[in-house]
T-cell receptor, first 113, second 113 residues
Framework: DGGITQSPKYLFRKEGQNVTLSCEQN?????MYWYRQDPGQGLRLIYY???????QKGDIAEGYSVSREKKESFPLTVTSAQKNPTAFYLC????????????FGPGTRLTVT | DAKTTQPTSMDCAEGRAANLPCNHS???????VYWYRQIHSQGPQYIIH???NNETNEMASLIITEDRKSSTLILPHATLRDTAVYYC??????????????FGTGTRLQVTL
């Protein structure tokens, strides 16, 4: 089945630790995205990548880092510099075909204590 | 991207049509209206999009007013599985580039027996 996988579904970390969230897609999409969602809120864009070895900051990139070494993979690292890391993190991808809709993964719920 | 306004919540009886409004009075001529929905604790799912003509697919219908300042998503026979948060997003359909989406807080649709 084609789609986006995120692992793990739930992640717990202690404050001060960096943590990396995995995102893999087999849709052959060029573009990939990371969003953050807080309770009762919409999604906010953290980083996005249009192509391998290229990525741009979104609206709330501070405290996060990404890499795009392979087309299929776009891991997100939540660093200790992120002040409120507890949130629901969603990865998405989109292709070059109209209507350019984004396909989302199931999300990772990160809890930092 | 143009700002959208949606009601915070709506109820609908199962089997009846659910009509979800969206106001986008500042929409530009090259901006499309996209609808996504997010079932609790899952990633958003693309539903439908349109530019100025009404659109229909297997999931829903989209009615866009002639002046394009508002639109309505119609789920013709709502079921309990349609309970979700529905997001109306206005954006330019960019070719060959990453398509940034700006999510508001959406409309929480509750379908009841």
């Amino acid at each position: 089945d084609g789609g986006i996988t995120q692992s793990p579904k739930y992640l717990f970390r202690k404050e001060g630790q960096n943590v990396t969230l995995s995102c893999e897609q087999n849709l052959n999409h060029d573009a990939m995205y990371w969003y953050r969602q807080d309770p009762g809120q919409g999604l906010r864009l953290i980083y996005y990548s249009q192509i391998v070895n290229d990525f741009q900051k979104g609206d709330i990139a501070e405290g996060y880092s990404v890499s795009r070494e392979k087309k299929e993979s776009f891991p997100l690292t939540v660093t200790s510099a992120q002040k409120n890391p507890t949130a629901f993190y969603l990865c998405a991808s989109s292709g070059r075909q109209y209507p350019y809709e984004q396909y989302f993964g199931p999300g990772t719920r990160l809890t930092v204590t | 991207d143009a700002k959208t306004t949606q009601p915070t919540s709506m109820d609908c009886a199962e089997g009846r049509a659910a009509n979800l409004p969206c106001n986008h009075s500042t929409i530009s001529g090259n901006e499309y209206v996209y609808w996504y929905r997010q079932i609790h604790s899952q990633g958003p799912q693309y539903i439908i999009h349109g530019l100025k003509n009404n659109e229909t697919n297997e999931m829903a219908s989209l009615i866009i007013t002639e002046d394009r300042k508002s639109s309505t998503l119609i789920l013709p026979h709502a079921t309990l599985r349609d309970t979700a948060v529905y997001y109306c997003i206005v954006r330019v359909a960019q070719t060959g580039t990453a398509s940034k989406l700006t999510f508001g807080t959406g409309t929480r649709l509750q379908v009841t027996l």
